[in-house]
Nanobody
Framework: DVQLQASGGGLVPAGGSLRLSCVAS????????MGWFRQAPGKRPEGVACISSREGTIYPRDSVKGRFTISSDNAKNTVYLEMNSLKPEDTAVYFC???????????????????RGQGTLVTVSS
């Protein structure tokens, strides 16, 4: 049974930092591309970052480059998203996903993930 458990969201002031974690189980972690995407109220989901052993790290959105860092610990089946210099426009529910990386990509990250977690809310106050 595939599970992706995301955590680490919260309320932070603009300029603050958060570290999201996603623990995966039920599949071979190394075989999948892992990633984070977010959905703000009333908006479509958008990819934030993805990572795989084969392709490294990818950041499809210029707005997070230099501020967000995705990493993974294969021994712990965990993917992280370090978010610095947060802005109010980063406010969204953040989801982690796992994908076989065969399907459609947007900016290099999967358009839709094969598996996704329940999401964790990030709120950045101005």
């Amino acid at each position: 049974d595939v599970q992706l458990q995301a955590s680490g969201g919260g309320l932070v002031p603009a300029g603050g930092s958060l570290r999201l974690s996603c623990v995966a189980s039920g599949f071979t972690f190394d075989d999948y591309m892992m990633g984070w995407f977010r959905q703000a109220p009333g908006k479509r989901p958008e990819g934030v970052a993805c990572i795989s052993s084969r392709e490294g790290t990818i950041y499809p959105r210029d707005s997070v480059k230099g501020r967000f860092t995705i990493s993974s610990d294969n021994a712990k089946n965990t993917v992280y998203l370090e978010m610095n210099s947060l802005k109010p426009e980063d406010t969204a529910v953040y989801f982690c996903g796992a994908d076989d990386a065969i399907g459609v990509r947007i900016g290099g990250c999967p358009y839709e993930y094969d598996y996704r977690g329940q999401g964790t809310l990030v709120t950045v106050s101005s």
